[in-house]
C-alpha cells in the first residue's frame, strides 16, 4: 500500500478495547474529555496535527464501533512506553456500531474494519470520515 499523504486522512482513528466509563471514570455522553492515547511508531506521526479529527473506535466483542468524536488536542509526544498523543473526545449517547459500518457501502473499506487488529493511529478518507457523520444517532 501506498503511503499516507496528508489529503488522505480525514479523520484520525485510535482505538482502545475498554468501555468509556473505564477510559474515563465517570464519562457521560455529550461529555468532553482529554486523554492520552499510545501510538504505533511510523511515518504516520508526522502526519498528525492538534485539531485534526480524531475518533474513539472500541474494539472486541462487547460494543465495536465509534464510541467517541473530537480532535487531537496536541503534538504527538513521548513517555515511557513510547509515542502519545493527547485527543479531546466528546462521548456519543450511542455509538454507531461497527456492524452499521460494515453495511455501508463506502464505510466498509476503512482500515479500521478490514484490519481490526491495526495499530493506532488508523485513519478515515474523506468519504469513509462522511460516512460515520451521516450515521450519528
Do not use: I
Not at 482513528?13 to 457521560?28: F, S
Request: proline letters at 11%.
Amino acid at each position: 500500500m501506498a503511503r499516507l499523504q496528508p489529503d488522505d486522512v480525514a479523520c484520525w482513528v485510535v482505538k482502545t478495547a475498554r468501555p468509556a466509563e473505564a477510559t474515563v471514570p465517570g464519562w457521560r455522553p455529550g461529555q468532553a474529555a482529554t486523554v492520552s492515547r499510545c501510538l504505533r511508531r511510523s511515518y504516520r506521526l508526522a502526519l498528525m496535527r492538534p485539531g485534526a479529527p480524531c475518533l474513539l473506535w472500541r474494539s472486541g466483542p462487547d460494543r465495536p464501533g465509534v464510541h467517541a468524536l473530537g480532535e487531537l488536542a496536541g503534538e504527538v509526544g513521548e513517555d515511557a512506553g513510547g509515542p502519545v498523543v493527547a485527543v479531546r473526545l466528546t462521548l456519543l449517547a450511542a455509538p454507531v456500531p461497527r456492524a452499521e459500518l460494515l453495511a455501508d457501502p463506502v464505510a466498509r473499506d476503512a482500515e479500521v474494519l478490514r484490519m481490526p487488529a491495526g495499530s493506532n493511529p488508523s485513519y478515515l478518507t474523506p468519504a469513509q470520515y462522511a460516512a460515520v457523520l451521516g450515521s450519528l444517532h
